[in-house]
């Protein structure tokens, strides 16, 4: 079944980057929503799952167990994707760009490049993350815990970190574009 949705919602370019003509046509066909929705249900079938490249803006797959599954270069904009389990190591480069990713669990995934700008991360553990290189820019950050995670490069600016667990100044000092003003004050 993710075969299906990997050829039936391909990804149409190699941007990372939400455009003006994507916003107005990121939502997924009704087929590939449903499919979705299916594999969601039998849980098992999303962990591991094969989702290289798809192109799944506005999907809805709250609680989702995508442990080890490949989203490596899929496009999730805006995105219904609370309380999912996504700690695999082939998330590099995904887009989850506006997506709702409150209470998910990130633990030990590899998410170098990807593009986390505008999302709603309240909650969010990225434990032993590797989130070099990734666009934080505007997110929600409350109660994000970024225990152990790398930070090399990662874009900060727009966001308020003074209510995230687990900081460090290493990871600050590793991090780009970070506004010291919004720190915790363990860190001022």
């Given at each position: 079944?993710?075969?299906?949705?990997?050829?039936?919602?391909?990804?149409?370019?190699?941007?990372?980057?939400?455009?003006?003509?994507?916003?107005?046509?990121?939502?997924?066909?009704?087929?590939?929503?449903?499919?979705?929705?299916?594999?969601?249900?039998?849980?098992?079938?999303?962990?591991?799952?094969?989702?290289?490249?798809?192109?799944?803006?506005?999907?809805?797959?709250?609680?989702?167990?995508?442990?080890?599954?490949?989203?490596?270069?899929?496009?999730?904009m805006v995105a219904q994707l609370q309380s999912?389990?996504?700690?695999?190591?082939?998330?590099?480069?995904?887009?989850?760009?506006?997506?709702?990713?409150?209470?998910?669990?990130?633990?030990?995934?590899?998410?170098?490049?990807?593009?986390?700008?505008?999302?709603?991360?309240?909650?969010?553990?990225?434990?032993?993350?590797?989130?070099?290189?990734?666009?934080?820019?505007?997110?929600?950050?409350?109660?994000?815990?970024?225990?152990?995670?790398?930070?090399?490069?990662?874009?900060?600016?727009?966001?308020?970190?003074?209510?995230?667990?687990?900081?460090?100044?290493?990871?600050?000092?590793?991090?780009?574009?970070?506004?010291?003003?919004?720190?915790?004050?363990?860190?001022?």
């Amino acid at each position: 079944m993710t075969a299906y949705v990997r050829t039936k919602a391909p990804l149409q370019n190699n941007s990372n980057r939400l455009n003006d003509e994507e916003v107005k046509e990121h939502d997924i066909p009704i087929d590939i929503q449903a499919v979705l929705t299916i594999l969601k249900r039998r849980n098992s079938e999303l962990v591991s799952a094969d989702l290289q490249q798809a192109k799944l803006g506005c999907a809805q797959l709250q609680g989702a167990n995508l442990k080890r599954a490949n989203l490596r270069q899929a496009k999730l904009m805006v995105a219904q994707l609370q309380s999912i389990k996504l700690n695999g190591k082939k998330v590099r480069k995904t887009n989850l760009e506006d997506a709702d990713l409150r209470e998910s669990d990130f633990s030990g995934a590899n998410l170098t490049n990807a593009n986390l700008a505008r999302a709603n991360l309240v909650g969010a553990v990225f434990e032993r993350a590797d989130l070099s290189k990734v666009d934080f820019s505007g997110a929600i950050l409350d109660n994000v815990n970024f225990s152990g995670a790398i930070l090399i490069g990662a874009n900060l600016s727009k966001v308020k970190l003074d209510k995230t667990i687990g900081l460090t100044r290493p990871q600050i000092q590793q991090a780009q574009q970070v506004d010291v003003t919004s720190l915790p004050d363990y860190l001022k």
